[in-house]
Structure formats: C-alpha cells, structure tokens
C-alpha cells in the first residue's frame, strides 16, 4: 500500500508541473514514480538532472543497464527492477543481460562482469572499495571516469529505490508484465 501520494497535473505542488509535463511528453504517461516525488519539487528536478546526465555519460546502452539493475535488484526495489526491463527492452539491450541481472548470475562477458562486481561493491560496502577490485575494473577497459559516473547512476538510483520502498509505488501498467520479486528471483 503506498504511503505517499502519487501526484498528477492537478495535484502536484506548482513547481513540480514544469517537470510533471517533461515527464508526459518524454513517456506518453506521468510515472507513477515521477508523480510520488512531484510531492517534494527540488527532489524531481534533482532526479530528472541525474538521469539525464547519467544517460549522457560514456556508458553505452548495455553498461547503463548494467548499472541501474545491479543497485536495483541489491535495493530490492520491485519498481524499479520491472521499469528498467522495460526500458532496457526498448533500449534493444540483450535480454540475456538483463535476465541475469535479474537473476543474480554472471555476465555474459568480462567487461560487463567487472562493472557488474564494481558497481555492487560501491553498493554493498558504501564506497570502500579495495585496490584489487579497482585494478579488476581498471584492467577490462574502464577508467576513472567509468568509476565516478557508476556513482552518478548510484546516486539517481537511491533516489528512486528508497522513494519506491516508503511510497510502496506501484508498478506502472506498461511494465507490469516484467514484474520482480527479490525472495523469488533466482540468484547463485
């Protein structure tokens, strides 16, 4: 049961309309998620900026999926894990990348496993993470730049999960069908 309202054009606090209305002409439809946090306009403007700017950073299509699922299933968010397998169906990502991600199983390729395992460590130990595991992601390709957009994308995502656990938003109609839950996914 969601405990926070789910905001639309008429009810949503008037500064928040301006990014209410860029949320219906981007998606046909205002999220539930963008109408919960209409409640407080500073925090859908802050998240809003982050996913454009994650969006833009030098990750491609496959290495955002990467990172959105990874902190999505480990916050457990049942929001955010069927919309971002929507958006990485319309994003023609691999299915096999976003089931696993899903699923908790490797990586179909090194590259994606090392920014998989960096991006749960950031998650899982709050930012420490050790040499060993920066010189792993370091050796498959990415650099330091890699690493501080992993904490761009964390920083829209925990916006979005612990917004979606207080509110108990429900999934939007469109990707229902992608419906996720953390106690029965399959994981190794």
Avoid at 17 to 39: Q, T
Avoid at 99 to 113: D, S, V
Avoid at 158 to 187: C, L, R
Wanted: hydrophobic share 40%.
């Amino acid at each position: 049961m969601s405990t926070l309202k789910i905001h639309n054009l008429e009810t949503a606090p008037e500064e928040s309309v301006p990014f209410l209305e860029r949320s219906l002409k981007a998606n046909g439809r205002i999220p539930g998620l963008h109408g919960v946090l209409a409640g407080a306009p500073g925090l859908l403007e802050a998240y809003q900026t982050l996913h454009r700017l994650f969006t833009s950073s030098s990750f491609n299509k496959e290495e955002l999926t990467v990172v959105w699922q990874t902190i999505n299933v480990e916050h457990e968010c049942h929001y955010c894990v069927p919309a971002h397998t929507g958006i990485a169906n319309m994003m023609k990502v691999d299915p096999t990348i976003t089931e696993a991600l899903r699923n908790g199983q490797p990586m179909p390729t090194e590259k994606l496993q090392a920014l998989h395992a960096l991006t749960l460590s950031i998650v899982r130990n709050r930012g420490h993470v050790s040499d060993m595991e920066l010189e792993a992601f370091y050796a498959n390709g990415y650099e330091e730049r890699q690493l501080l957009e992993i904490i761009l994308g964390l920083s829209q995502k925990v916006i979005s999960n612990y917004v979606n656990h207080i509110a108990g938003t429900p999934v939007d109609t469109v990707f229902e069908k992608y419906k996720w839950d953390a106690a029965t996914a399959q994981t190794n």
